[in-house]
């Protein structure tokens, strides 16, 4: 059965660091894009930016590069996503997700994670 | 790139159909056959209902459908069913190298 387990939620204070993770089972790690989408409360879905875990190529969404950074640790298949300087409009359920591709674009999600619930608040 | 438009909101009465309609451009939605849908129920993370515009996943019933025309693709909730509320979001395939565009979503009722 193919899982994706985010790490648990996270209370921050502005200008702090954190780092999230999310571990894959089931199936073969590297074979497949990592995405995370960010959620803000009572919003939509937003791509954050995507990374194949085989050899860490990562591609941001506009919004998000130089904000966030994606990385891989494939000898624990897990992801992780990291901010240097939390702001309190980084309040937000983030999911990673297993992506189907075709020609380096995004098919669809085939499963996600459960979501880690990121609060900032001094 | 912006997002599809979707109805913020939809609604049927138990055992009716309802659909949610997703429209893009000839960039995405219109110019492929990769659109997907996810149902969402508040606290819990999406799920995949369908794919490639009207194909099912394994254990999604066969009251869900997908369907395109054009560049707006629907989504057909039928008989519907209580658990069935909840948001639904579109994502569309938008080329080479693009992440695809998400819809804004649409929340369902069941009346």
């Known amino acids: 059965e193919v899982q994706l387990v985010q790490s648990g939620a996270e209370l921050k204070k502005p200008g702090e660091s954190l780092k999230i993770s999310c571990k894959g089972s089931?199936?073969?790690?590297?074979?497949?894009?990592i995405g995370w989408v960010r959620q803000m409360p009572g919003k939509g879905l937003e791509w954050m930016g995507i990374?194949?875990?085989?050899?860490?190529?990562?591609r941001y969404s506009p919004s998000f590069e130089g904000q966030v950074t994606m990385s891989v640790d494939k000898s624990i298949s897990t992801a992780y996503l990291e901010w240097s300087r939390l702001q309190a409009s980084d309040i937000a359920t983030y999911y990673c997700?297993?992506?189907?591709?075709?020609?380096?674009?995004?098919?669809?999600?085939?499963?996600w994670g459960q979501g880690t619930q990121v609060t900032v608040s001094s | 790139q912006s997002a599809l438009t979707q109805p913020p909101s939809a609604s049927g009465s138990r055992g009716q159909s309802v659909t949610i309609s997703c429209t893009g451009t000839?960039?995405?939605?219109?110019?492929?056959?990769?659109v997907s849908w996810y149902q969402q129920h508040p606290g819990e993370a999406p799920r995949l209902m369908i794919y490639?515009?009207?194909k099912r996943p394994s254990g999604v019933p066969d009251r869900f459908s997908g369907s395109k025309s054009g560049n707006t693709a629907s989504l057909t909730v039928s008989g519907l069913q209580a658990d069935d509320e909840a948001d639904y979001y579109c994502?569309?395939?938008?080329?080479?190298?693009?992440?695809?565009?998400f819809g804004g979503g649409t929340k369902l009722t069941v009346l």
């Open positions: 997700a297993r992506l189907i591709m075709a020609r380096g674009g995004v098919m669809r999600i085939e499963f």
């Open positions: 089931g199936y073969t790690f590297i074979y497949y894009w």
């Open positions: 490639e515009v009207n």
């Open positions: 000839s960039s995405d939605v219109g110019g492929y056959n990769y």
């Open positions: 994502l569309s395939y938008a080329g080479t190298n693009r992440l695809g565009v």
């Open positions: 990374i194949y875990p085989g050899d860490s190529d990562t």
